[in-house]
């Protein structure tokens, strides 16, 4: 039986995959902020030394704080990067010799759309997301010799708290009527993409970032 520990599981894409994950049949870890904090290192190695034979890791938590360049701070960039790429990165190191010993894993990253693109107010979002994109080739190279498969999945606009807390309704619906799709997606829609990632089904793709956004990249 396969063990998943997944971050952000709380609400919105996490609490989907988390579900979908249940229901298949997978034991699902999914630590709140009091168990494993993301912008501790020390949290992330404690809370991972807890468990044991996970052979699947989801890094989907995630946060977006929207500023300008003149309204960025140290401190903000440094949180940034903090919960979205270094716990990502800790979080790989600190999972996988477990799964070397197992000669099995599978790993999924979210990275985002702004990634690649980018608009007004989200450079520190993009720096962050931009890293998961590297992160993710690199560790592939480095694990799949191990059957460690390493990917990542990079969302456009989904229906979730995070989207109406930066976007008006009225944006929301702009946005969705630009897509070629003319829709948000759900979140159970990217937990389906997570779950074929993460699964045996899942035998040779690996070092992609992969998007899942109605056409965005598109137009």
């Known amino acids: 039986m396969h063990k998943a520990l997944i971050t952000g599981a709380s609400r919105g894409i996490g609490k989907a995959i988390k579900n979908l994950f249940e229901e ?17 290192n020390e949290s992330i190695e404690h809370y991972v030394s807890t468990l ?4 699947i890791l989801v890094n989907c938590a995630g946060i977006n704080e929207l500023a300008s360049i003149e309204e960025m701070t140290e401190e903000k ?3 940034m990067i903090q919960v979205n790429l270094i716990a990502q990165t ?3 190191k600190y999972i996988t010799p477990v799964m070397k010993r197992q000669n099995y894993g599978r790993i999924v990253n979210f990275a985002s759309i702004w990634c690649d693109f980018s608009k007004e107010r989200r450079i520190m979002y993009s ?4 890293g998961v994109k590297g992160l993710t080739t690199a560790a592939a190279v480095e694990l799949s010799k191990y059957n460690i498969l390493v990917n990542a999945v990079a969302p456009g606009f989904v229906n979730t708290e995070m989207t109406s807390k930066n976007n008006t309704p009225e944006q ?3 946005l969705a009527e630009a897509l070629p799709i003319k829709r948000l997606a759900e979140p159970k829609e990217i937990a389906e993409f997570v779950y074929f990632l993460a699964s045996e089904k899942n035998s040779f793709i690996t070092g992609q970032t992969i ?3 109605g056409g965005f990249s598109c137009v």
């Open 52 to 55: 044991d034979n996970v052979d």
């Open 24 to 40: 298949r049949g997978i034991i699902v870890y999914s630590p709140s902020r009091q168990e494993m904090d993301l912008r501790s």
């Open 77 to 79: 960039l440094q949180e």
């Open 211 to 213: 998007f899942i956004d």
């Open 90 to 92: 800790g979080l790989i």
């Open 127 to 130: 720096i962050a997301k931009s």
């Open 172 to 174: 929301i619906q702009t």
